[in-house]
């Protein structure tokens, strides 16, 4: 089957959710995929730690790469501060 969707990361939520904001600020709609829960269903504390899988369009992967690698960046260096 071909898909027209690549990962672009795995995280948590908290950074799904960072992520997922920046790339809907430049019209990017991403598809997040959680292989330990596969319907609807409430976040618990317990599940922030969880890994998620970021997708996005085929298309939009030359303008998702950088938003994923700025964030990367802070976060390196906010390690480096700490």
Not at 28 to 54: C, H, M, Q, W
Not at 58 to 73: M, R, T, Y
Request: aromatic share 8%.
């Amino acid at each position: 089957m071909e898909t027209h969707y690549t990962k672009i990361y795995t995280c948590n939520f908290i950074l799904v959710q960072l992520i997922t904001t920046k790339l809907e600020d430049i019209g990017i709609v991403p598809i997040i995929k959680d292989e330990f829960n596969t319907g609807l269903s409430a976040v618990l504390v317990t599940d922030y730690n969880r890994l998620l899988d970021i997708y996005v369009h085929n298309d939009e992967l030359e303008k998702a790469i950088p938003v994923v690698e700025s964030i990367k960046a802070e976060m390196e260096v906010q390690a480096k501060n700490n």
